[in-house]
């Protein structure tokens, strides 16, 4: 897509990042971001929580921090009562105030489909924006959440997901990538690259990154965190469109063990909702990393590193 090309847009189309953001000053620039979907659980309010906190995490992926919120919502009036809609933008708000944020206005339109998210403004220093496009050979990469909501939403909507598992899967979805955007963000340890896990799956994410920069990135299986029952129900074909599509699109580059078993490359493309941040720091920094992550009560794991080499994806 072309545009209108300004030297105060500093982040854009070019990268695939999370948001754009516009220079206003020496010290300010903007950082402007949107995001909505489909209900992805049954109850209303958990549902305007994981909306909202999967918004808001694309302000924390590029090193920033959110200002203010509007609400955008799709909802079928003479189909759902109103107190439906309340309950989703309670969720809404509590993540909001949970974030230290208003939520300033919004829109909304009549459809047959619900559908709400938010359009999130933040502040970042020009100087300090982290886009995904940074990562250096040897860096390691660190992810924040477990992979399968994608698997595990799907179960819930078909109505074979374990009570335990749709228990971790909406709490993880809900929960803001707060604590480890601004850990991310304090400066205490460099940063080379940070996005957000969600709808292109760790794989999609992983693989702008490594095209982004140049690099190749190579992944350790056995260290990536997934939830407990996603790859049992993986093997049943409890598999979201989402999922197979990344697996299709991202699948050519990106070069899998001898006899890795299909439903375990669909885990690692599996489409997230509000998943964890992933970033490439310094291989000498991970343990300063590792210790202020669990000090805001983030389980880190390094789940790979960067390398030289043709832009790709080597699972070990």
Known sequence: MKTRKDPRALVGFGTHDDAAVYQLSAREAVVSTVDFFP??????????????????SDIWAMGARPLFALNLVAFPTKALPVDTLARILE???????????????????DDPEPKYGMAVTGL??????????????????????????????????????????????????????????????????????????????????????????RVQAR???ERVPILAGV???????????????????????????????????LVLADAQTNGGLLAAIPARDVAR?????????????????LARGRPAIHVE
């Open 91 to 109: 969720g809404g708000q509590d993540k909001a105030d949970e974030a230290g944020i208003p939520i300033l206005g919004g829109h909304s339109v």
């Open 39 to 56: 209900p992805v659980v049954d109850d209303p309010f958990a549902y305007g929580q994981i909306a909202a906190a999967n918004a808001l």
């Open 124 to 213: 970042v220093h020009p100087k300090r924006i982290l886009t995904n496009a940074g990562g250096r050979p040897g860096d390691a990469l660190i992810l924040t959440k477990p992979l399968g909501s994608g698997i595990a939403t799907t179960a819930i909507k078909r109505g074979i997901a374990p009570p335990g598992l749709e228990r971790r899967v909406i709490a993880l979805m809900s929960t803001l990538n707060r604590a480890a955007g601004e850990v991310f963000a304090s400066g205490k340890f460099p940063v080379h690259a940070l996005t957000d896990v969600t709808g292109f799956g760790l794989l999609g994410h992983l693989a702008e990154m490594a095209l982004g920069a």
């Open 231 to 265: 790859p049992a129900l993986a093997e049943q074909g409890v598999i979201p469109g989402g999922t197979e599509a990344n697996l299709e699109h991202f699948g050519g580059h990106v070069r899998f063990p001898a006899g890795l078993p299909v439903p375990i490359r």
């Open 219 to 221: 992944l350790f299986l």
């Open 289 to 305: 990393a590792e210790r202020a992550l669990s000090r805001v009560g983030v389980e880190a794991a390094v789940v790979g590193r």
